[in-house]
Structures are given as C-alpha cells and as structure tokens.
C-alpha cells in the first residue's frame, strides 16, 4: 500500500518560510518522481515543483527563486523549502509521486500566509 504523508504547513506571516515534507512508503522512492502541488482556496490544483529519480528539478514561474524542493533517498522523504512567502501562496499542499506508470497523492497540508 502506498502512502505519502505531508507535514510541515502551518500559518506564516508574509515574508516568512515554511518546510514541507513528504515521507513515502510502498513504492521504490529513488525510482519515483516526486512533486508537489497545490490547492488555492476556490481554486483548481496546480503544479509547483517537481524532482526527477535523477535530480533534476522544476518550478512553476510563480516560485522560481524562493521554493526549493529537494529528496532524501536514504529516508523516502522530499522536502520543499519555502522562502519569501506570499499570501497568495496560501493553498492546500499535496505531495505527489509518480512511480511505475502510477501516480500517488498525499492527503495535502494547509499552508497560509498571512499579510
């Protein structure tokens, strides 16, 4: 069974930073890539970043130069820094892996920023 648990939201002040995490069980987690996505209240779930088996790494525009995402193999964990928070980064975080043609989703972390 595979499970993605995100952790690590809270409320911040704007300018603040937050630590997401994403701790994945029942998948090979160093053959996943693995994302992270988010919820705007109202709104439809978009992309923010992803991080290939490989390293490699994405962002959405919107984050370029304040969010990090980054992986441990060691403890199947992906991490997204978030630095220079905004209010309009509140959202609903959901961590995602994509593993064997499958994709799997967290059950999402509440993130607010308040200005």
């Known amino acids: 069974q595979v499970q993605l648990v995100e952790s690590g939201g809270g409320l911040v002040q704007a300018g603040g930073s937050l630590r997401l995490s994403c701790a994945a069980s029942?998948?090979?987690?160093?053959?996943?890539?693995m994302g992270w996505y988010r919820q705007p209240p109202g709104k439809q779930r978009e992309f923010v970043a992803q991080i290939t088996s490989g390293g490699s790494t994405g962002y959405v525009e919107a984050v370029k130069g304040r969010f990090t995402i980054s992986r441990d193999n060691a403890k199947s964990t992906v991490y997204m820094q978030m630095n220079s928070l905004k209010p309009e980064d509140t959202a609903v975080y959901f961590c995602?892996?994509?593993?064997?043609?499958?994709?799997?989703w967290g059950q999402g972390t509440q993130v607010t920023v308040s200005s």
């Open positions: 029942g998948i090979i987690f160093s053959s996943s890539t």
């Open positions: 995602r892996a994509v593993y064997n043609g499958h994709r799997y």
